[in-house]
């Protein structure tokens, strides 16, 4: 097999199309980076065929049979970290090109929901794009942008900081219990209506925090989502080492909170919810628990779903969000990636490759789910251990994150018209 890469001009990241390759290869895109690879029985050496091309391209080493490249996406270097046996050929941080045998990606299945997933790496396949922002802007709508103007750093900061002040919130320990009451007063005390979902942890006990918030509209109305799971974990040192979860996932957590706080005296049109995931470390018990007890007419009624797991460590030289989903939920990255663009500065990665997060149990009973971490072209490798602390915490990413979900909240929820506020 040989490989070669080169890079895409800024506007053709975010194609849909396929990328400019060369007769006889097959291509994968990972970005502003285009992978062609052929096998050697198919003609001429790849990169003497390139040399007579337009493109610049880079050959790569280290051979691989086409059956064994597999596309990894992990939290962290947690892949690596459990795995470090293995060639990686090509490294964008959360996604990873390996060469890994297929009796042995068989082996790995459902072992690591929450650290890893692996799958093949499919002909001409967009693995992840850039979108660029002057394509995805719309017009700055005031009331929205008024909202967006209402995230406080001092007070996602104030929040962010509490949680690791919690030994562990491992799902199933009494620490958890105490950051799940903490987080359920501070929604109530913005008037939320709340309430404690009981959820089953490898054969322990454990809580979701649900805060509800109705529309003010009469007659059918939708529900949004936000989610965040609250658990923290320590992988090496066990159940009741020191799991600080600063940014994993103390940032997505006090980022919902913080959205709560803006959202709390908007008059929407939809209904709202936040929902805080306990049980997301050790197998996305939480989220499976919550979408499990949901009656049809209420999954029918879900508009959208935010999910913020990792907000809060810059793995690259820009602000970068990536936005995570599948085919299901397109429409909303694409109104995320507006949003972003229209009242942020980030730089937006799009991916429909959904791994090792809350999101996915919600795309797989088909509801449109989206999950917004940090960019990462390197990655925290904190996560998981007593390594995870406030020290690693970027905020003005994690705030401009919070914007571009609170401008998407607000499109997707409306605002009443007067007469009903």
Request: charged share 20%; aromatic share 6%; proline share 5%.
């Amino acid at each position: 097999m040989k490989l070669v890469t080169y890079y895409l001009p800024p506007d053709a990241r975010a194609s849909r199309t396929a990328p400019r390759g060369l007769a006889g290869t097959s291509w994968a895109q990972f970005g502003d980076q285009v992978l062609l690879y052929a096998d050697d029985s198919e003609g001429e050496d790849l990169a003497t065929r390139a040399s007579s091309s337009a493109l610049r391209l880079q050959e790569y080493s280290a051979p691989a049979r086409k059956e064994h490249m597999h596309i990894v996406v992990q939290n962290g270097r947690l892949f690596q970290q459990e795995h470090p046996d293995v060639p990686v050929i090509l490294d964008r941080g959360r996604i990873l090109l390996v060469d890994l045998a297929p009796e042995r990606v068989r082996r790995l299945e459902d072992k690591s929901l929450t650290c890893y997933g692996v799958l093949p790496l499919a002909p001409h396949h967009l693995v992840f794009a850039v979108r660029e922002a002057a394509a995805a802007r719309s017009r700055r709508v005031e009331w929205i942008a008024q909202l967006v103007n209402q995230v406080s750093r001092p007070a996602f900061e104030a929040t962010l900081s509490h949680l690791p002040s919690f030994p562990t919130r491992h799902s199933t320990s009494v620490h958890y219990a105490n950051a799940a009451s903490w987080a359920r007063d501070q929604l109530q005390a913005l008037q939320y209506t709340t309430q404690l979902q009981s959820i089953t942890v490898n054969g322990r006990s454990s809580q979701n925090v649900i805060a509800d918030r109705q529309g003010n509209t009469a007659g059918a109305r939708d529900v949004v989502l936000i989610t965040a799971h609250l658990d923290s974990i320590n992988i090496q040192g066990g159940p009741m080492a020191p799991a600080p979860g600063a940014d994993d996932n103390g940032s997505g957590s006090a980022g919902l909170l913080e959205m709560a706080r803006v959202f709390a005296t908007h008059h929407g049109e939809h209904d709202l919810r936040f929902v805080l995931f306990g049980g997301e470390e050790e197998g996305l018990f939480g989220s499976k628990r919550y979408i499990a007890s949901l009656p049809a007419s209420e999954k029918q009624r879900i508009r959208a779903v935010v999910n913020m797991d990792m907000i809060g460590t810059m793995n690259t030289s820009l602000q970068s969000v990536m936005l995570e989903g599948a085919p299901v939920s397109e429409s909303i990255i694409d109104a995320l990636a507006s949003a972003a663009a229209t009242y942020t500065t980030l730089t937006v990665e799009t991916s429909l490759n959904p791994f090792a997060s809350d999101h996915v149990p919600f795309i797989n009973a088909g509801i449109p789910a989206v999950l917004t971490i940090e960019g990462a072209d390197s990655t925290n490798s904190n996560i998981h251990s007593m390594k995870d602390t406030l020290e690693h915490i970027n905020y003005d990413l994690a705030l401009e994150v919070l914007r571009m979900n609170v401008a998407f909240l607000a499109s997707e929820i409306g605002q009443a018209p007067p007469a009903h506020v």
